[in-house]
């Protein structure tokens, strides 16, 4: 017995030691947040008044099962103040009738019918309509077998690589734009050439009719995801370090994008993956708060927690597979936003792993010595000893630390925000309708970090298997 719980004391030892490592990740951010801020002041980019550019937009939908979405997707592209060019549709073989309800609302739009493709892969029709007296022509493809987004993508590319095509934005068939998306998306693209990708705020669009799953769906889109694309991804976007965009609405350079051969289909995070190979080209991703889209998102924690797995287990596998060639390129501050945006959360697993092991010492009447019980050494002539030794006397009491912790953490931020963003009521009322679901925010942290811990095993096996993961 004596051997086995000294075993455990070591074993406690390390994994508080690997709890510190795991959050001194973060520190990195939160110098880069004081940086930004020294440097930056209350200043903030609001591309307010702005030229419309010239620049030509295509608008690439890939497309499965949205019946109930894809005709306000469309609408809301034809109502953009800068039109795009071109829209090109890819069916990835639905079976609930979205084709049809492409083609009632071409039929509606009074649109003439240009040409039919036929190749061996897809086939589909192109169209030309006018809105606002502008020519838009639209093409409406049909894979003939379930390829996944990235294939679809890149068959959308090849149908439009000789186009006279500045930039190109990619769109979900569950996301819809506000009317100045694309403008404000290619004012900043213009400003920038490095820029090879950019992408803007996404929002929750449709609430489900349940009050729990809408509340974790406001919870997670409207909460955690508003607070993290405020602060981290726009510190990172300031750095020209940012680990990847917003997929459902990401504006491409077709020049950077034909330099890297179009989308990676070796992950199951095409967003995260190609950002690293446009780095990798010289290229940075943006990030732009002013720009809104909205997005449906399910509120079953089943359904979230699977996505987050399918993410990160790509987000993983793309890491693991370029490491070498971004560490090559010295690409150092991208590397280091990668590993605290995919690995810092496996402080909370780290957490739960050493549990049970606290418990048994606790059990045994063998104390550990870990980081609870370092403070409350140092501090033992203050009141924070009294605090610190009851934690440590009570393992899981922990995991209620761990959620105040996580808590605070989230309502001071959401706090901070809304003083910062004072000036865009926009934001500000997203913030104060969003605040109040801060404790089941940090339910989602937790499940993100335990989906972290399960897809890390399944990437490298990915990788080991060569296993191609690219459908959706």
């Known amino acids: 017995?004596?051997?086995?719980?000294?075993?455990?004391?070591?074993?406690?030892?390390?994994?508080?030691?690997?709890?510190?490592?795991?959050?001194?990740?973060?520190?990195?951010?939160?110098?880069?947040?004081?940086?930004?801020?020294?440097?930056?002041?209350?200043?903030?980019?609001?591309?307010?008044?702005?030229?419309?550019?010239?620049?030509?937009?295509?608008?690439?939908?890939?497309?499965?099962?949205?019946?109930?979405?894809?005709?306000?997707?469309?609408?809301?592209?034809?109502k953009q103040r800068k039109l795009p060019d071109l829209i090109i549709l890819i069916d990835d073989s639905s079976t609930d009738g979205t084709l049809d309800e492409v083609q009632s609302l071409i039929h509606e739009r009074e649109a003439t019918l240009k040409r039919i493709i036929e190749q061996k892969k897809y086939y589909g029709i192109e169209y030309e309509l006018y809105m606002r007296h502008k020519l838009i022509r639209m093409i409406v493809l049909r894979l003939k077998s379930h390829s996944g987004k990235s294939r679809a993508l890149n068959v959308a590319l090849n149908v439009i690589c000789n186009e006279n095509i500045d930039y190109l934005l990619v769109l979900d068939a569950d996301t819809i734009l506000e009317p100045d998306y694309i403008e404000k998306l290619t004012y900043v693209m213009e400003l920038d050439p490095q820029i090879g990708v950019i992408s803007g705020l996404v929002r929750l669009w449709l609430l489900d009719s349940n009050p729990i799953r809408r509340a974790f769906a406001k919870a997670f889109r409207e909460l955690n995801s508003l607070i993290y694309s405020l602060t981290i991804r726009k510190l990172e976007s300031a750095y020209g370090t940012m680990p990847n965009v917003n997929g459902c609405c990401a504006l491409y350079r077709m020049e950077a994008l034909k330099r890297i051969g179009g989308f990676p289909e070796d992950s199951l995070a095409e967003d995260a993956v190609i950002t690293w190979e446009l780095a990798l080209r010289g290229y940075k991703a943006s990030f732009l708060p002013d720009a809104i889209?909205?997005?449906?998102?399910?509120?079953?924690?089943?359904?979230?927690?699977?996505?987050?797995?399918?993410?990160?287990?790509?987000?993983?596998?793309?890491?693991?597979?370029?490491?070498?060639?971004?560490?090559?390129?010295?690409?150092?501050?991208?590397?280091?936003?990668?590993?605290?945006?995919?690995?810092?959360?496996?402080?909370?697993?780290?957490?739960?792993?050493?549990?049970?092991?606290?418990?048994?010492?606790?059990?045994?009447?063998?104390?550990?010595?870990?980081?609870?019980?370092?403070?409350?050494?140092?501090?033992?002539?203050?009141?924070?000893?009294?605090?610190?030794?009851?934690?440590?006397?009570?393992?899981?009491?922990?995991?209620?630390?761990?959620?105040?912790?996580?808590?605070?953490?989230?309502?001071?931020?959401?706090?901070?925000?809304?003083?910062?963003?004072?000036k865009k009521p926009y934001l500000t009322s997203a913030l104060k309708n969003a605040i109040k679901y801060a404790p089941l925010g940090v339910l989602l942290v937790w499940l993100q970090s335990i989906a972290c811990m399960i897809a890390l095993p399944l990437a490298v096996y990915d990788i080991l298997t060569g296993g191609n993961k690219c459908r959706w």
Not at 371 to 399: D, G, K, Q, R
């Open 293 to 422: 889209a909205y997005t449906v998102d399910s509120g079953s924690v089943w359904q979230l927690f699977k996505r987050m797995v399918r993410m990160v287990r790509g987000g993983y596998q793309g890491f693991i597979i370029r490491l070498r060639k971004l560490a090559r390129k010295r690409l150092w501050q991208l590397i280091t936003s990668i590993i605290y945006n995919y690995f810092g959360g496996l402080a909370f697993v780290v957490n739960l792993v050493d549990l049970p092991i606290s418990i048994y010492l606790l059990k045994h009447g063998l104390g550990g010595w870990g980081l609870l019980e370092y403070l409350a050494y140092i501090t033992h002539l203050s009141p924070l000893s009294l605090v610190f030794t009851f934690f440590s006397a009570h393992p899981l009491m922990l995991c209620l630390l761990s959620y105040l912790t996580g808590l605070s953490g989230l309502v001071i931020s959401g706090i901070c925000l809304l003083v910062y963003y004072r």
């Open 1 to 78: 017995m004596i051997e086995i719980g000294s075993l455990f004391i070591q074993i406690d030892k390390l994994l508080d030691i690997i709890k510190l490592l795991f959050m001194c990740l973060w520190t990195i951010p939160i110098y880069r947040v004081y940086r930004l801020l020294k440097s930056l002041g209350d200043q903030e980019e609001s591309p307010q008044s702005i030229k419309l550019s010239e620049a030509r937009v295509a608008v690439a939908i890939p497309a499965r099962n949205v019946k109930h979405y894809i005709r306000k997707v469309i609408l809301s592209l034809l």
